[in-house]
């Protein structure tokens, strides 16, 4: 019985020493596997780490954002108010008067029917329309080279609204629509 024994242990070492070299090979490949699960997750939380504070380029580009936009902001807002509009309409009227000016409506005498006198309807050179940062829009009409805004009087006439396509004057309750003149321009010169 000692014999058998000895047999089958000797006949397991045999087994165990021929399987050697598969279990240094599974080992190694065990570690491997292991050491790449191992980085897998070292990168993953290196890549998912949220940033602990912004970088000293973002923070830079973001402050130099922000005074952009208030720098436009305040040159807008200067822009406005410095609208050169008698500078425009002198440039407009000295092309106008090179051109002969066509009437769209009516003449610029009208008689009134009711009253024996004539009344006088100005001759428009041009409207102009400004919008401000909040949208509202701003109207400045150009009669004789001056400009007239609403509830601005023009001789005895009074302006009570400015479109784009004309004013309409008021005097004594009554009211006139005075039309824009079609002005075909361009930006671009030849």
Do not use: C
């Amino acid at each position: 019985m000692v014999k058998a024994i000895q047999h089958k242990l000797s006949s397991n070492k045999l087994q165990v020493a021929g399987s050697q070299a598969r279990v240094a090979i599974g080992g190694w490949f065990l570690l491997a596997l292991v050491l790449i699960a191992y980085n897998g997750i070292n990168l993953m939380k290196l890549i998912d780490a949220p940033m602990v504070g912004r970088s000293q380029e973002v923070k830079l580009a973001s402050q130099k954002w922000r005074q952009f936009k208030q720098q436009v902001a305040i040159n807008q807002a200067i822009a406005k108010h410095n609208i050169d509009y008698d500078a425009l309409f002198r440039a407009t009227a000295a092309k106008s008067a090179k051109q002969p000016l066509q009437l769209q409506s009516s003449a610029s005498t009208v008689k009134v029917k009711s009253a024996p006198q004539k009344v006088i309807l100005p001759l428009i050179s041009g409207i102009v329309q400004n919008s401000d940062l909040q949208g509202n829009i701003r109207s400045v009409v150009v009669i004789n080279g001056k400009r007239f805004y609403e509830n601005d009087r023009w001789g005895d006439l009074r302006i009570v609204k400015i479109k784009a396509d004309g004013i309409m004057l008021a005097r004594g309750g009554r009211r006139w629509f005075v039309a824009a003149p079609r002005v075909q321009s361009s930006r671009y010169h030849n």
